[in-house]
T-cell receptor, first 112, second 110 residues
Framework: EPEVTQTPSHQVTQMGQEVILRCVPISNHLYFYWYRQILGQKVEFLVSFYNNEISEKSEIFDDQFSVERPDGSNFTLKIRSTKLEDSAMYFC??????????FGPGTRLTVT | ELKVEQNPLFLSMQEGKNYTIYCNYSTTSDRLYWYRQDPGKSLESLFVLLSNGAVKQEGRLMASLDTKARLSTLHITAAVHDLSATYFCAGAYNFNKFYFGSGTKLNVKP
C-alpha cells in the first residue's frame, strides 16, 4: 500500500542552524501539507501546497519557514534559523482530489 | 479563525462500556475529520464527515456531524483495550487549512 515517507526520522540541530525536512508524498497525490506537534500537545497546521504554490499557511509559518517541491516527488520544509521552540514532531501529509489526508511517520526535530 | 474544542481531554473507561467524545467548532467548517494517534506514532484518518447529519461507522466507533450545532461526536461502543489512543477532531477552512482540537486521550482498562 502506498505511503508517505519522511526523512530523517530524528534530526538534532543547534539553535540558529538551518534544517531541511524531507517528505515523499504518495505519487498521485496533489495536495501536500506540513504540520507540527510539540510533545504532548495538539497538531498544528503549518502550510498547504498545491500546484507548486502555497495555498494556505498558518500564523506559525513565518519568514523562517519555506516549502518546496524541487523535483516532482520530494516535498521539503526548510527552517532557516532554528529556535529552541521549533523542537517538535513534524508531519507531512498528502491527499489526492478528495478528502482524506495520509500522514507520514514524522520527523522529530530537536533544537539544542 | 476556526476554533475546535474537544472534551473530555482525558477519558478512562472500562472495557465493555460506551462513551462519547465531543467536538465543538466555532465557525463554519468545510469538513470535519477524526484521527487516531497512538503514542509516538503518526495520525491515522478515521472518518471524514461531509455534511449535516452525516454518520459514519467503523467497528466500535461511530462519528456524526451536526453542522447547525457545530458539533461532532465520536461514540465508542463496548470499548476494548485496543482502542486506547489519542483521538483528534479537526475542521478545515477552504479545504486546505486545518484546525485540530486538543485531543482526547482514551485509556481503556481491562
Amino acid at each position: 500500500e502506498p505511503e508517505v515517507t519522511q526523512t530523517p526520522s530524528h534530526q538534532v540541530t543547534q539553535m540558529g542552524q538551518e534544517v531541511i525536512l524531507r517528505c515523499v508524498p504518495i505519487s498521485n497525490h496533489l495536495y501536500f501539507y506540513w504540520y507540527r506537534q510539540i510533545l504532548g500537545q495538539k497538531v498544528e497546521f503549518l502550510v498547504s501546497f498545491y500546484n507548486n504554490e502555497i495555498s494556505e499557511k498558518s500564523e506559525i509559518f513565518d519568514d523562517q519557514f519555506s516549502v518546496e517541491r524541487p523535483d516532482g516527488s520530494n516535498f521539503t520544509l526548510k527552517i532557516r534559523s532554528t529556535k529552541l521552540e521549533d523542537s517538535a514532531m513534524y508531519f507531512c501529509a498528502s491527499r489526492v482530489e478528495g478528502y482524506e489526508q495520509y500522514f507520514g511517520p514524522g520527523t522529530r526535530l530537536t533544537v539544542t | 479563525e476556526l476554533k475546535v474544542e474537544q472534551n473530555p481531554l482525558f477519558l478512562s473507561m472500562q472495557e465493555g462500556k460506551n462513551y462519547t467524545i465531543y467536538c465543538n467548532y466555532s465557525t463554519t467548517s468545510d469538513r470535519l475529520y477524526w484521527y487516531r494517534q497512538d503514542p509516538g506514532k503518526s495520525l491515522e484518518s478515521l472518518f471524514v464527515l461531509l455534511s449535516n447529519g452525516a454518520v459514519k461507522q467503523e467497528g466500535r466507533l461511530m462519528a456524526s456531524l451536526d453542522t447547525k450545532a457545530r458539533l461532532s461526536t465520536l461514540h465508542i461502543t463496548a470499548a476494548v483495550h485496543d482502542l486506547s489512543a489519542t483521538y483528534f477532531c479537526a475542521g478545515a477552512y477552504n479545504f486546505n487549512k486545518f484546525y485540530f482540537g486538543s485531543g482526547t486521550k482514551l485509556n481503556v482498562k481491562p
